[in-house]
């Protein structure tokens, strides 16, 4: 199993024990199997650039947050980014639907600010007073709102848009617009980006919850 190198916070990282690249490849190949397995869930035949990544990091402000939840991280690429990027006494949560990606996470990652749960991202809500949490700072997104059930999308939105603290940042990547008319009732008008240089190109939404 891959152990993911989370540069940067001594303390927490585990030794990686395969080359970079070869771990790369094998993400690419995890990922893959995935889409395979359930493509409408995945979403994406590839794992998130480099330059997504750091989209990401920047737009919800995750070297400022102390509490930051991902839903959907996949094989884990998007979640290395974020604990790079994190301060050392910040926490986060990752909530992924597909059993073999959870455990996977659960394996690989080796840092203590790192939790993982399997499950819908219905369950936001559950999951962070099971583990007595704080609200986030800032929740980023990859599940796709394109293809779930309308009813799913909204309990989704619904659910990130109560428990974001005032002031918290949602963000969400997808190649189509469909999670706008989920979150906009909730938490408004987002800012939209475009990263490019990934495949396949994403809009970047990101909202952020008024503080009244
Ligand atoms: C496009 S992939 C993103 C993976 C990774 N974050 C990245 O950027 O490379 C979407 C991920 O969301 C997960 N997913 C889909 N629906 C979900 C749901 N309702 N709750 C939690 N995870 C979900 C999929 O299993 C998949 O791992």
């Not at 993400?27 to 794992?47: E, M, Y």
């Not at 790192?114 to 991202?121: K, M, T």
């Not at 999308?153 to 999670?179: E, K, M, T």
Request: include cysteine; aromatic fraction near 8%.
């Amino acid at each position: 199993m891959n152990q993911q190198r989370v540069e940067g916070q001594a303390g927490h990282a585990a030794a990686p024990c395969v080359s970079p690249a070869f771990g790369q490849l094998r993400d690419s190949f995890q990922f893959l199997r995935g889409f395979v397995r359930n493509p409408a869930q995945v979403g994406s035949v590839i794992p998130s650039s480099r330059q997504l990544e750091q989209r990401l990091v920047r737009s919800a402000r995750i070297g400022d947050a102390r509490m930051v939840v991902e839903l959907g991280p996949g094989t884990g690429g998007t979640t290395s980014a974020f604990l790079r990027a994190m301060a050392s006494n910040a926490q986060l949560l990752a909530i992924e639907l597909d059993t073999e990606f959870h455990q996977r996470l659960h394996a690989s990652i080796r840092d203590a600010r790192f939790s993982v749960e399997l499950g819908s991202a219905e369950r936001l809500d559950e999951f962070l007073s099971a583990r007595r949490l704080p609200a986030p700072d800032a929740i980023i997104s990859g599940i796709p709102f394109s293809t779930m059930p309308a009813e799913v999308s909204d309990r989704v939105a619904s659910s990130v848009a109560r428990v974001l603290r005032p002031g918290g940042r949602f963000v969400a990547y997808q190649v189509r617009a469909h999670v706008s008319s989920f979150v906009s009732p909730y938490l408004g008008k987002p800012e939209k980006k475009w990263e490019v240089v990934n495949v396949p190109p994403v809009r970047v939404f990101t909202w952020v919850k008024p503080e009244t």
